[in-house]
Structure formats: structure tokens, C-alpha cells
């Protein structure tokens, strides 16, 4: 079945510092992928949707010079968190449709434990 | 706000009831979808049920669908303690890909 893999499954970084998180479609092709984040106890919220070769879109009040999403290739994403703060820390997931399976092609990474200190 | 709502927030049963969750959500969809999530994990799929399907049963999960009402019920039967987990419904809102995702029930099963 269609594998989405993130990296890392957890991350400490110092306040002011960038972290990138990676998310992999292993055994399909991607052109769209999506970034979610949760708080502790919460629902997951759409943060972007990453489009392979062309910009994100950002969802409304996610600030995108401080999430940057570059989706280069057809297999891969990565979300950067710039100058990382306290309030930034929370847990990171992505998804990706397998094309091939269509609506039921929603797969998700482990997600990222992001923890800014 | 897209996202939709589930309740109860959290539910406590023993092992062997049932369990069921509900969940609203806002918008128009083409299907809903119901996800599981244990403690700090990823997402894992378990029934997806299309805006023209009324009920969907997948061994011992059963949803349905009231698109008037703009609602869904995922009922677990004779539950077990591997069970115990978050319960996300998830809309495609107006026919995006995007999904959003509702507020989620803790489900936690009892031995």
C-alpha cells in the first residue's frame, strides 16, 4: 500500500533556529501533498497544501515566510520552520494523495514532534 | 473556520460495548472520511463514505452519513482495549483534496 514517510519523528531546536521537516511519498508519486500541525489533545489544522514545481497555498493565518514549503520533486516535500519559537512547537503531520487510489489515497506520515526551546 | 466537530469529546467505555462517536461539519462535501490516531502517531485510515451513501460497514465499524443534517456517526462494536485511540472525521470541504478534520473524540476502552 501507498507509504508516506516523514523525517525526523522528532526534533528539539534552540528559539531562533530553522528546522526543516521532510515527507517522502515511498511508492507513488505525489503532486500534491499536505502539512498539518496539532496541538497537544486538538484536532489536526491544515497549514498548506504543497503543489509539486509550483508555490504552496497557504490556508488563512498561517504566515508562509514562516512555514516556507518547497516541493520540488514528485516524491518529496519539506516543510522549514524559520527563527523557530516556543509557540511553535507542536506536532507536524503530512499526507499525500496516491493518484492511483484516488479518494481513498489519502496516506499520512508519522508526523514530527517539533519541541522549540 | 472549515473544521467540523465531534462529539463527545471523550468517551470511556468497557471492553465489549459499544462506541460511538458523532460529528458535524459545515460546508457541502463529495465524501467523509474517518480516521483513528493513537497517542503521537500518524493518521491511519479507516472508512471513507461518498456524500450519495447513506451507511458503510468495515467489520466492526459502522458509519453513517445524513448529508441534511450535515452529520456523521462512526459506531464501533464490541470494542476492544486496542481500540482506545483519537476518532477524527474528515471532510473534503466543497470537493477540495484538502481535507479538514474535526475536533476528534478520545476513545478509551476499559479491560
Known amino acids: 500500500g501507498a507509504v508516506v514517510s516523514q523525517h525526523p519523528s522528532w526534533v528539539i531546536c534552540k528559539s531562533g533556529t530553522s528546522v526543516k521537516i521532510e515527507c517522502r511519498s515511498l511508492?507513488?508519486?505525489?503532486?500534491?501533498m499536505f502539512w498539518y500541525r496539532q496541538f497537544p489533545k486538538q484536532s489536526l489544522m491544515l497549514m498548506a497544501t504543497s503543489n509539486e514545481g509550483s508555490k504552496a497555498t497557504y490556508e488563512q493565518g498561517v504566515e508562509k515566510d514562516k512555514f516556507l514549503i518547497n516541493h520540488a520533486s514528485l516524491t518529496l516535500s519539506t516543510l522549514t520552520v524559520t527563527s523557530a519559537h516556543p509557540e511553535d512547537s507542536s506536532f507536524y503531520i503530512c499526507?499525500?494523495?496516491?493518484?492511483?487510489?484516488?479518494?481513498?489515497?489519502?496516506?499520512f506520515g508519522s508526523g514530527t514532534r517539533l519541541t522549540v526551546v | 473556520s472549515q473544521q467540523g466537530e465531534e462529539d463527545p469529546q471523550a468517551l470511556s467505555i468497557q471492553e465489549g460495548e459499544n462506541a460511538t462517536m458523532n460529528c458535524s461539519y459545515k460546508t457541502s462535501i463529495n465524501n467523509l472520511q474517518w480516521y483513528r490516531q493513537n497517542s503521537g502517531r500518524g493518521l491511519v485510515h479507516l472508512i471513507l463514505i461518498r456524500s450519495n451513501e447513506r451507511e458503510k460497514h468495515s467489520g466492526r465499524l459502522r458509519v453513517t452519513l445524513d448529508t441534511s443534517k450535515k452529520s456523521s456517526s462512526l459506531l464501533i462494536t464490541a470494542s476492544r482495549a486496542a481500540d482506545t485511540a483519537s476518532y477524527f472525521c474528515?471532510?473534503?470541504?466543497?470537493?477540495?483534496?484538502?481535507?479538514?478534520f474535526g475536533t476528534g473524540t478520545r476513545l478509551t476502552v476499559i479491560p
Open positions: 499526507s499525500a494523495i496516491d493518484p492511483d487510489r484516488g479518494i481513498y489515497g489519502y496516506t
Open positions: 511508492d507513488f508519486q505525489a503532486t500534491t
Open positions: 474528515a471532510t473534503d470541504a466543497n470537493g477540495a483534496n484538502n481535507l479538514f
